[in-house]
């Protein structure tokens, strides 16, 4: 699962390669094997421990394999920054797709908010079982497939970011964390775990109905002393159904041990999807 340098063509002078930004640097668009795939610079943190991190993790990657999880296809570390290389999803992230992105490569099927809630709550479920926790699920943590199925990415890295945290407090190019997801217990300095990527799943939920931030309006200081101090949750959306509402009530509980498992979730979503489908285009 190492590739060389060689192996990987992309241009990081090329802006228009550049298709966005991950979690340690910015995402090319490149070629590998004869197919286009998606190569993250990480230029973020401590290039030491960046390399290090992945080679300990190549392993577990490779065997993480799930249709709503973003396949990883290798790492190259032989020289100064490392980068990884995975597949190219030409939708872009869930959120994009669903505000009609003009380049996007979709076609007039909106596919229904209840099928993609329950397709990344399948690749939570095998995320979980394989004792992998996300930390960091979120919408812009979610791609759309050629398919049209939502993949979730991000997950290899995740942990990392809680470690170089505990070391510098940020990734090197902005702050590590993304309180606006986090549970109560994280905000409260406590570590990720799999009641707190259930939490998160919550606020995603939110924010594919919403097509916002939850609590955007707020800083992190305040956003901390509202979630802590007063409990404080989201308002429910006009457009949102009875059953996603009462789901999001049970996984952002305050006490992590109510919280459902995604095991749980998964079957209820699909009994969801039996009975009917919400449609939604965010404007």
Sequence with gaps: ???TSLEVRFDPGDRESCIGQGTFGNIYKGEWNGQVVAVEEMHGGDAQMLTAYIRNEITKWSQIAHPHLLPFY????EFGRPFIVTRFCGNGTILEFL???PDANRTVFVRPLHVFLHEISLGMTYLHNQGVIHANLKAASVLVGDDQKAVITDFGLSRLQYQIASVTGTTGTKTVWTPHWMAPELLGGGLPDKPADVYSFAFLAWELYTGLAPFGYLHNAALA???LNKKELPHRPECMDDATWDMAEKCWRYEASQRPSFASIQRRL???LLKGMCFIVIS
């Design 74 to 77: 290798g790492a190259c570390l």
């Design 99 to 101: 505000r009609c992105k």
């Design 1 to 3: 699962w190492a590739v």
């Design 225 to 227: 002393h509202r979630v």
């Design 270 to 272: 699909r009994r969801v």
